[in-house]
C-alpha cells in the first residue's frame, strides 16, 4: 500500500514555543492531505483540508491562525502549533489522498506541551 | 453532513471466533466506506473499502457488506487471531471528507 510518513514521532515542548510536524506521502504524489487530531480512546477528529499550492480549509471551530498548514509539494505538508500550550498536547495524525477515494494515514505524532 | 454510528464499542472474541462490526450512515449520497485499523500509539491502516455500487467485497480474512437501501455496511473479520486485536474505525465519504465512526475495541483472546 501506499506509504506516508510523519516527522517528528513525538515531541515534548515547552509552553509557548511552536512546532512543526511534517507530513510526507513517500511513494505517491497527494494533492490534498488532511490533518487529524485524536484524544485517548475516542475517534478521529478533522482538523483541516490542506490542498497543495492554495489555501488550507479549516473545520469549524479549529484556530487557522493557531494551527498553521503548509501544502508546498505534491508530497509535503507541514502542521505548525504555534504558541503552544498543555492544552494542545494530543496525537496528530495527517493523511494523503492517493485517488479520488482512498485515503492513507500516517503514522502519527505525539505532541506533549509541558 | 454526513454522520456515522458505530457498534459495539467494544468486542471481545475467542481466538478462532468470528468478529462483526456494524456501521449505519445519513447521508445517501456517501459512496465510499472504508475500514481502518489502529493498534495502540499507532496511525490508522486502511485494512479493506467499499464503494456503493458493491455489496461485498473480501480479502482473505476481512470482509465488508454494504446495504445501500438500510444504508448500513458492516466488517466481519474471521478466524480471529490475537494480532487483530485492535481498534476499528469505519467511515464514509460523501461529497468531500471522510466521517469516521467512534470506533470499536476488539480484543482477542488466547
Known amino acids: 500500500g501506499a506509504v506516508v510518513s510523519q516527522h517528528p514521532s513525538w515531541v515534548i515542548c515547552k509552553s509557548g514555543t511552536s512546532v512543526k510536524i511534517e507530513c510526507r506521502s513517500l511513494?505517491?504524489?497527494?494533492?490534498?492531505m488532511f490533518w487529524y487530531r485524536q484524544f485517548p480512546k475516542q475517534s478521529l477528529m478533522l482538523m483541516a483540508t490542506s490542498n497543495e499550492g492554495s489555501k488550507a480549509t479549516y473545520e469549524q471551530g479549529v484556530e487557522k491562525d493557531k494551527f498553521l498548514i503548509n501544502h508546498a509539494s505534491l508530497t509535503l505538508s507541514t502542521l505548525t502549533v504555534t504558541s503552544a500550550h498543555p492544552e494542545d498536547s494530543s496525537f496528530y495524525i495527517c493523511?494523503?489522498?492517493?485517488?479520488?477515494?482512498?485515503?492513507?494515514f500516517g503514522p502519527g505524532t505525539r505532541l506533549t506541551v509541558l | 453532513g454526513e454522520n456515522v454510528e458505530q457498534h459495539p464499542s467494544t468486542l471481545s472474541v475467542q481466538e478462532g471466533d468470528s468478529a462483526v462490526i456494524k456501521c449505519t450512515y445519513s447521508d445517501s449520497a456517501s459512496n465510499y466506506f472504508p475500514w481502518y485499523k489502529q493498534e495502540l500509539g499507532k496511525g490508522p491502516q486502511l485494512i479493506i473499502d467499499i464503494r456503493s455500487n458493491v455489496g461485498e467485497k473480501k480479502d482473505q480474512r476481512i470482509a465488508v457488506t454494504l446495504n445501500k437501501t438500510a444504508k448500513h455496511f458492516s466488517l466481519h473479520i474471521t478466524e480471529t487471531q490475537p494480532e487483530d486485536s485492535a481498534v476499528y474505525f469505519c467511515?464514509?465519504?460523501?461529497?468531500?471528507?471522510?466521517?469516521f465512526g467512534a470506533g470499536t475495541t476488539v480484543t482477542v483472546r488466547a
Open positions: 467511515a464514509g465519504r460523501g461529497w468531500t471528507k471522510l466521517s
Open positions: 511513494d505517491f504524489q497527494a494533492t490534498t
Open positions: 493523511s494523503a489522498m492517493l485517488d479520488t477515494d482512498t485515503q492513507y
